[in-house]
């Protein structure tokens, strides 16, 4: 069966899932522990709709290939068909806020590097994209700034992250990438992971959470 996303109600978003267009090294502490730079410009690249998984199903491992690592990343639902925005106006297009690993076979992946090739055989395979249900935001309404979210595997904290300390803010990474990339309603935008990522151990349990920074304020007279 295709892959549908869902609100956290459980209904359907109603929209087709497309392409997931996915930014790397976004944290400076996880570019540092893979040895990479730090990018001038955003790295980019994208997961076919057929990587999508249900991020409650059991994993899948591809054993057979080497270090498989999970990368934890805050997932944007996209409503509306946006191309060249500024990022100003590029958070309104966003229905709906969730969670997504960014399955990599590490591996692989060095290998490809070495030789300069694109990154799909390590990134974009089937079942390389397990997404979670997504809050649903009006897009303009949410303070992007103050988004957090963790990882633990086996009770043990081992990502956490923080919008705030994106190389590339939301609002940037959208308009960057809207630059080149058509977005349209149903794609995902993964948002890069913070240090902490590592080999996806066996019989392992992963909780993820995500929480969307309230901020309200008063006066007093
Ligand atoms: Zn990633």
């Known amino acids: 069966m295709p892959f549908s996303t869902r609100f956290i109600d459980g209904l359907e978003t ?3 899932l497309g392409k997931i267009l996915c930014v790397g090294r976004n944290y400076a502490e ?4 893979l040895n990479n730079p730090v990018p001038a410009s955003p790295l980019l690249f994208i997961k076919p709709s057929t990587s999508a998984v249900e991020l409650e199903e059991p994993i899948e491992r591809q054993f057979s290939h080497g270090d498989v690592h999970f990368e934890t990343e805050i997932a944007l639902l996209i409503g509306e068909r946006m191309s060249q925005v500024s990022a100003d106006e590029a958070m309104s297009g966003v229905v709906g806020v969730g969670l997504a690993l960014d399955l990599t076979l590490r591996d692989v992946q060095s290998q490809l590097k070495e030789k300069g090739h694109p990154w799909e055989r390590a990134k974009a395979f089937d079942g390389a994209c397990p997404l979670s249900r997504f809050v649903q935001v009006e897009g303009g309404d949410v303070d992007w700034e103050a988004v ?9 904290r081992q990502q956490s992250g923080k919008t705030s300390d994106m190389l590339f803010t939301l609002p940037a990474l ?3 990438m809207t630059r080149t990339f058509t977005l349209e309603p149903g794609d995902v935008i993964l948002t890069g992971t913070p ?3 590592g080999q996806l151990p066996r019989e ?7 929480s969307l920074g309230l901020k309200v304020g008063t006066q007093t007279r």
């Open 195 to 197: 240090s902490g990522v």
């Open 174 to 176: 959208l308009e960057e």
């Open 30 to 33: 996880h570019a540092k522990e």
């Open 148 to 156: 957090t979210f963790h990882l633990d595997i086996n009770g043990r």
């Open 204 to 210: 392992a349990v992963l909780d993820l959470s995500l």
């Open 14 to 16: 109603g929209l087709p």
